[in-house]
C-alpha cells in the first residue's frame, strides 16, 4: 500500500517511514498546501485539514499537527507552535522563559489519517525547555526540548531514540497499529 504524508517537512517523513515501512507501507511525501484554521485544539486543526484535503486528494494519505506547550506560557505556543517557530523560533521561546524557574512542557501530536474516512491518533511527550540549545538533529523546537527522563534533547538523539519516545512516535505506533489491525 501507497500512502501519502502530506507536509513539507522532510524530517517528520523519515520518522513516519520507521514506523510504516516494515508495514509494507510505501511512505511518501505530499506537498500539498492546504488551510490550518485556528482552533482551541491540534485536533481541531488536523480533522479540518484532512476533510478540506479528501475533497482534493484521491489516493490514502495523512498529515500530522504537532504542538509545544509550555507550562509557564499558559500552553503557548500550543496550536500556534508552526507560526511561532517561524517567526520567533526556539530562540524567541527561550528569551520568553528567561528568569522563569518553571520550564515544564511537553510536545503533543496529532495524527490524520484519510481511508475513506477519518482517523485520529495522538501522542504526547513531557519534558522541560532547557536554557540553551544543545544538539544538529531534528527539527523546529527540538534543541531546546529535553524529555523527562533524560539527559539529551531531541535534537542531540537520533532518529531511532527520539522516536522511541516522541509524542509523534506514539502517535505513529498508534497509527501503525491501527493500520496492522484494519488494513
Known amino acids: 500500500m501507497r500512502l501519502a504524508f502530506v507536509t513539507s517537512n522532510p524530517g517528520k517523513v523519515e520518522e513516519a517511514k520507521k514506523y510504516l515501512e516494515p508495514l509494507g507501507i510505501e511512505v511518501y511525501q505530499l506537498r500539498f498546501e492546504y488551510p490550518e484554521i485556528q482552533a482551541d485544539t491540534l485536533e481541531e486543526v488536523a480533522e479540518y485539514g484532512v476533510m478540506w484535503l479528501a475533497e482534493r486528494i484521491k489516493e490514502p494519505f495523512f ?45 503533543k501530536s496529532v495524527i490524520a489519517c484519510w481511508v475513506g474516512e477519518l482517523h485520529l491518533f495522538t501522542g504526547t511527550v513531557e519534558g522541560e525547555i532547557t536554557t540553551e540549545p544543545r544538539g544538529r538533529f531534528g527539527f523546529g523546537f527540538d534543541p531546546v526540548f529535553k524529555p523527562h527522563g533524560f539527559d539529551k534533547t531531541f535534537a542531540e538523539m537520533t532518529t531511532e531514540e527520539k522516536n522511541r519516545i516522541s509524542h509523534r512516535g506514539r502517535a505513529l505506533e498508534a497509527f501503525a497499529q491501527w493500520l496492522r489491525e484494519n488494513l
Open 63 to 107: 498529515l500530522d499537527d504537532s504542538g509545544l506547550f509550555v507550562d509557564a506560557l499558559r500552553g503557548f505556543p500550543g496550536v500556534y507552535s508552526a507560526y511561532v517557530y517561524r517567526t520567533l523560533g526556539y530562540q524567541g521561546i527561550l528569551k520568553l522563559l528567561e528568569g522563569e524557574t518553571n520550564r515544564r512542557a511537553h510536545f
